[in-house]
């Protein structure tokens, strides 16, 4: 039996202000749950239907309070509550690895998709401006598919961020409509990749710090085709061809 507190409690969690305050966010689904409770995350409480994740930590709910319970649309078989983890990214790490930059990326299942390709793509960091979505906002979190568990998501003042990684010799790649063909321009096996928000594209702002832009043709090159892609399908495209040339 779960009090209407605890109900509450999770309830609250959709909202970023909320999340701040309690420390806490939402995971749902039996596998993520799982791999959260094996994970370096702490696991604060687990809420499961009958026989699911058995433990000390879990609490055993109806069907009926896990439909109260989950922020989805689709109620799953367990939800936990997470301590969100605080992550620090020195400058030094940036030099020697591939890092992606996230300009005012909006849509939860864009950012959900794009930690979740970080992962496949082995890039260990994703850097958001401070107006990108939450990656703890729990459709971002289903959408990573227990990728949150191993990228690590920085929020920064990334006009700064970049600055600083440019200052320091560090290549800034971007998305951009009227940069170089990405299949012809020379690629390092370090630095930032910078994707844009879904409509505008990088900011101006942000632009600036970038010194390798790049474009991602249609086939064939000289076809009319769709204005732009997606940006998670395009971070897709330009990580795969990353790590295609630097294997």
Not at 34 to 43: D, N, P, T, W, Y
Not at 67 to 81: V, W
Not at 187 to 202: A, K, S, Y
């Amino acid at each position: 039996m779960i009090t209407k507190a605890e109900i509450q409690l999770v309830r609250s969690l959709a909202d970023k202000r909320n999340r701040d305050r309690e420390g806490l966010f939402a995971a749902e689904g039996e596998k993520l749950v799982g791999e959260l409770r094996a994970s370096h995350l702490r696991v604060r409480k687990i809420y499961a239907l009958d026989g699911i994740l058995p433990g000390p930590e879990t609490t055993t709910v109806s069907e009926k309070e896990m439909e109260r319970l989950s922020l989805l649309k689709t109620p799953n078989r367990a939800l936990a509550l997470v301590e969100t983890p605080r992550h620090r990214l020195s400058a030094d790490e940036l030099g020697d690895r591939l890092t992606l930059a996230l300009d005012e990326v909006q849509n939860p299942g864009n950012l959900g998709t794009i930690i979740r390709l970080a992962d496949w793509f082995g890039i260990r960091d994703v850097v958001c401006s401070t107006d990108s979505a939450d990656c703890f906002n729990p459709k971002v979190v289903q959408a990573t598919m227990g990728a949150i568990l191993r990228v690590r998501v920085h929020y920064v003042d990334l006009e700064r961020f970049l600055s600083d990684a440019r200052s320091s010799g560090i290549p800034v790649y971007g998305t951009f409509l009227e940069g170089e063909n990405l299949y012809d321009t020379p690629l390092t096996p370090t630095g930032i990749l910078l994707m844009g928000n879904e409509g505008r594209g990088v900011s101006e702002a942000c632009a600036r710090h970038v010194n390798r832009k790049l474009f991602i043709p249609p086939y064939p090159a000289d076809r009319r085709a769709t204005e732009s892609l997606n940006v998670a399908m395009a971070t897709g495209i330009a990580c795969a061809e990353f790590r295609r040339r630097n294997r």
